[in-house]
């Protein structure tokens, strides 16, 4: 157990619709990361965020957007759904001090699987 | 942009022979590498890593990779695998901004 909790486990969904998938960082850690895991794009990151605020932003759609909340959870918010957006989602958390070398570690949550039909 | 190729996609090995993962990483700045591993609907394990020092690593649980600056390299490697290291492996980089680049993964398959 990484510790980094996700809900919902699956999801499915039609196209069109709008989606929200939640994420519990390990205690203690500051940043959220988002992927998205498909068997065409391989695992790709999306974004980050620290304490909050965005830090980082991969190759994340302009329907997709996420935010961290004061409690440091996440959610990602997908919009205007489409059939390839059908994906392994994957929260993972760090420390990310720059206070040793664990702050660099990334832990994974077991993901949510997304099926847009 | 940061690549990540890992050579092989499938690598079928009987239990208790070597098995070796290739990654070849692109940067032309100061790295650190990764590998994780995924177990069937699981979520990723961080197996190892490098940041600085000892060009070799090593896994708790028999794994050792070796980082090549001048090759571009980190390459998994085990001496002898079990049936329970069936899973895919993912080789990972980041520039030291945290967010890390994937390769493609590489399925191992263990076989009695």
């Known amino acids: 157990d990484s510790g980094v909790t996700q809900t919902p486990k699956h999801l499915i969904t039609a196209t069109g619709q709008r989606v929200t998938l939640r994420c519990s960082p390990r205690?203690?850690?500051?940043?959220v990361y988002w992927y998205q895991q498909s068997l065409d794009q391989g695992l790709q990151f999306l974004i980050q965020?620290?304490?909050?605020?965005?830090?980082a932003k991969g190759n994340i759609l302009e329907r997709f957007s996420a935010q961290q909340f004061p409690d440091l959870h996440s959610e990602l918010n997908l919009s205007s759904l489409e059939l390839g957006d059908s994906a392994l989602y994957f929260c993972a958390s760090s420390d990310s001090s720059g206070k040793g070398d664990r702050s660099y570690e990334q832990y994974f949550g077991p993901g949510t699987r997304l099926t847009v039909t | 942009a940061q690549s990540v190729t890992q050579l092989d996609s499938q690598v079928p090995v009987f239990e208790e022979a070597p098995v070796e993962l290739r990654c070849n990483y692109s940067?032309?700045?100061?790295?650190?590498l990764f590998w994780y591993v995924q177990y069937p609907n699981q979520g990723l394990q961080l197996l190892l890593k490098?940041?600085?020092?000892?060009?070799l690593v090593e896994s708790i649980n028999g794994f050792e990779a070796e980082f090549n600056k001048s090759q571009t390299s980190f390459h998994l490697r085990k001496p002898s695998v079990h049936i329970s290291d069936t899973a895919e492996y993912f080789c990972?980089?980041?520039?030291?901004?945290?967010?890390?680049?994937f390769g493609a993964g590489t399925t191992v398959t263990v076989r009695a």
């Open positions: 965020y620290y304490n909050g605020e965005e830090r």
């Open positions: 940067s032309s700045v100061s790295v650190y």
């Open positions: 990972a980089v980041s520039e030291g901004d945290y967010k890390l680049s």
């Open positions: 490098y940041l600085s020092g000892s060009t």
């Open positions: 205690s203690g850690d500051l940043s």
